[in-house]
């Protein structure tokens, strides 16, 4: 039991050692946990990305623009949450699944959905990048143009 107490107490004191001398370039493993610290810090200031959501397949036809400003680091799908508060036609449904994440299912005011294996929310980096990443896990840099695009499968292929 002592030896247990000790142990976690030499543990604490290593780990504020190296969070202490780590961004001075001491210990030989601590320039990752630097950069780590680095990019967190950044977390709490805002990027502005323009988000488009358009439909060119079905009626009812519809292409709407937004810029959107959110704090950087977050998920697109903060962004897409945020640009539907400003914005009816920006509303939207989604799915989860525990492998994929967020399926887009529904979006704009009249929440056009997608018909299985016919067509789908196609996630796209302008002007024509399709993101294999889904909108829970993709974390926009500021200036990205992100599009939501209703397509058929054969799109997909493109």
């Not at 780590?22 to 630097?34: E, N, T």
């Not at 990443?133 to 993709?138: E, K, T, W």
């Amino acid at each position: 039991m002592y030896s247990r107490m000790m142990f976690k107490n030499s543990l604490t004191v290593v780990i504020l050692c190296i969070s202490s001398l780590c961004c001075d370039g001491w210990i030989l493993h601590a320039k990752s946990l630097c950069k780590e610290m680095n990019e967190n810090s950044a977390k709490g200031s805002n990027i502005t990305i323009k988000y488009t959501i358009r439909n060119h397949f079905a009626e009812p036809w519809f292409e709407y623009e937004q810029n959107v400003t959110s704090e950087a680091g977050q998920p697109f799908i903060r962004f897409m949450e945020q640009a539907a508060e400003n914005d009816i036609n920006f509303q939207f449904s989604s799915r989860h699944s525990s492998k994929q994440g967020y399926a887009v299912e529904g979006l704009g005011k009249d929440m056009l959905a997608g018909t299985p294996g016919l067509a789908h929310w196609r996630f796209l980096k302008a002007p024509s990048t399709v993101l294999s990443l889904d909108v829970s896990r993709y974390i926009p840099k500021d200036g990205d143009h992100l599009i939501l695009d209703f397509a058929t499968v054969w799109d997909f292929a493109m």
